[in-house]
């Protein structure tokens, strides 16, 4: 949840405690936006299809009838749902659509039964709404991300879903996504260790690492090697070979040193990493993902007490658009819903988080 730091209107008066923020902000939302009618109007005051003219003769202007819900063409005589094959199609609850949009905007995420308790929908509801909004965020998470297995999140991996193999804990559909999927890697940085408090113990580590992670950590020894050396004898881009490097800094194999340096640890000191707390040994890079896995598994377990590892890269894409700001000011949401294709029950149903997942770092986090 937001601290009062986070929110847009703070002044002396604004609200502090986390409940009293999502309150405070009902009542804005209700004041501005009281029947569903006005919901509507703000949802699709700005559609393309509306925007774009007549479909079928291209004539604009446009008239919205039918409480909102029709589009009517003067020159054909013809009408038209306002959203047809848009984002927004056979909703049935505007108001609760528009309130979760509006706390997303304002860097706010309710548990469900509070968003439940406020807008007066059903949990199922709340939980279709946040899905969808989700999917529409994880859109968005093109560049500037990092690569983790997601079993770097598997301490919060609670929940079961239709991925879980019968009778085992929700943690199994890590293993079960590692065998169909072993080492893929669609954007060529990737980091495909466990990163996690609970890590095995160093004598088994090494069946976790990655072959790009294997080899790397067979060019490095105790004397320390450029980054650019290292770059010319694996043969990897700049990018790839960072990746493995966090990786194995993250695994206490490899330490990075002032000016691009890296050595190999001793395998006396070499243990996988137990606490996410800071590091010495790791470089900015490896500390600012650190810290973003952190910040991730507080949410997961303050706000939802676990998540599916199916949903994983939803969750985490929620995450992002609580934290951060500048990509996503008052607007860019509902924007980004205008801009989607439908989205329906069975994409929600058939979604399956990827096996490398894309984790928002911040600024300190640059692939070199």
Known sequence: MASSADHPNNCHESPTDDETILVYEWAQFDAA???????RQKLHGTSESFNSGCKRCRAVPLLIVSAGKVVYCPSCRKSSWLTA???FHNIRRPRAWLWAIWLMERG???SLLQFCKLAGVAYSTAWNIFRKLSIVAEGRMLNNFAEVPSSAFSIAVSRRSLETPAHAHPTAEIQEIEKVQPNRDSSGAHLGAEISPESAPADDFDTDLAEREKQVRDLLASTPTHFDELIERSGLSTSQLSAALTMLE???????MPGDWYARRTALKARPVRSMSPHSHLSAAGQSLVNAIESALAFFRTTFHGVSRKYLQLFLALNWCRTDRTSWPLGALLAACHQSDPITEA???????PRLIKTSVGPNYQMQ
């Open 85 to 87: 094959n848009t984002f």
């Open 347 to 353: 994409d929600v149903l058939a979604y399956v988080s």
């Open 250 to 256: 993250f695994s206490g194999i490899a330490t990075c």
């Open 33 to 39: 936006f009281p029947t569903d009618a006005d919901a």
């Open 108 to 110: 706010i995420i309710p």
